[in-house]
């Protein structure tokens, strides 16, 4: 079955970085594109990074822009997310999703950013 599991979330100073990884399973995870999304407490879920299947295109919320890259390593059937220059407002539950069937989300990590 299909599974996405993150890890690499945690408590983090303004101005510090985080690492986030999505380890993926049951699925061609090489043919497929990939995305993180964000949820803060009381807010949609919303749309941070997405990466092609071959890590030919990427896209970004304008909020991440230059402070966020997404990649993959299609041989390790991991998604990442590095974030750099992280603000009170990156606060989070971190998501990693793709399209197989329909919309698969792993369990989140969660993201502080707090002095």
């Known amino acids: 079955q299909v599974q996405l599991v993150e890890s690499g979330g945690g408590l983090v100073q303004p101005g510090g970085s985080l690492r986030l990884s999505c380890a993926a399973s049951?699925?061609?995870?090489?043919?497929?594109?990939m995305s993180w999304y964000r949820q803060a407490p009381g807010k949609e879920r919303e749309l941070v990074a997405s990466?092609?299947?071959?890590?030919?295109?990427?896209n970004y919320a304008d909020s991440v822009k230059g402070r966020f890259t997404i990649s993959r390593d299609n041989a390790k059937n991991t998604v990442y997310l590095q974030m750099n220059s992280l603000k009170p407002e990156d606060t989070a539950v971190y998501y990693c999703?793709?399209?197989?069937?329909?919309?698969?989300w792993g369990q989140g990590t969660q993201v502080t950013v707090s002095s």
């Open positions: 999703t793709t399209l197989v069937e329909r919309r698969r």
């Open positions: 049951g699925f061609t995870f090489s043919s497929r594109t």
């Open positions: 990466i092609t299947s071959t890590g030919g295109t990427t």
